[in-house]
Each structure stands twice: as C-alpha cells, then as structure tokens.
C-alpha cells in the first residue's frame, strides 16, 4: 500500500510558477509509473501528466506541453510538477496518483487527496 501527499499548491498571478510535490510513503514507488491529474470544478478529473518508473519517459497533455515538466526522485519517493507560465485555465485540484498507466484516471491505482491550484488574471 502506498499513500501520497500532495504539496505546493496555492494562488499565483497569470504567467507564474509553481512548483508541486508528491511524496509516498508505505513502500517504495521506484516500480510504478506515476502521474498528475487534475480537476477543476464542474469538469471531469483529466490527465496532465505522466512519468515512468526510471524517469526515462514523460508525457504530457497538449494543454500543458512545453509550460510543465514533471519528474521524480526515486531516492527521496517523491514526484514533482514544475508549472511555468500559469494561465487562470489551469485553477484546478491536483492530483497525484500511480502504480497505473495511461491517461485515465481509472488507470491508476492510488492517489493523494489533491492540492488547490488557483491561478489569477
């Protein structure tokens, strides 16, 4: 069983940062692919972001492609999100989850229990 925590949301301006962790505790994640999903209100939880077990492959929505970059330090089980160049559109819960595949939620096994993004204009 793995449990995870989620950090480092909060409010920034339109074209700020951020920078999300994700730590695991219970056993080590190093075997799972990980991921970040998020929800905004009244809209589904949707995939932004994915990382294999090494690292080694990443993928991204579209919708986030070249602004956020995710990635994980096995040695410390925590995985990251770095957010560049926020727009108000990505105000959201984010959410970490793993030990899954794909860009569904329903793909993966656990999850944390989100952290508020909110992004002002």
């Known amino acids: 069983q793995v449990q995870l925590v989620e950090s480092g949301g909060g409010l920034v301006q339109a074209g700020g940062s951020l920078r999300l962790s994700c730590a695991a505790s219970?056993?080590?994640?190093?075997?799972?692919?990980m991921a970040w999903f998020r929800q905004a209100p009244g809209k589904e939880r949707e995939f932004v972001a994915s990382?294999?077990?090494?690292?080694?492959?990443?993928y991204y929505a579209d919708s986030v492609k070249g602004r956020f970059t995710i990635s994980r330090d096995n040695a410390k089980n925590t995985m990251y999100l770095q957010m560049n160049s926020l727009k108000p559109e990505d105000t959201a819960v984010y959410f970490c989850?793993?030990?899954?595949?794909?860009?569904?939620?329903?793909?993966?096994?656990?999850w944390g229990q989100g952290t508020q993004v909110t992004v002002s204009s």
């Open positions: 989850s793993g030990g899954g595949s794909g860009a569904r939620p329903s793909g993966f096994n656990y």
């Open positions: 990382i294999s077990e090494s690292g080694y492959f990443t």
């Open positions: 219970g056993r080590a994640f190093s075997t799972d692919n």
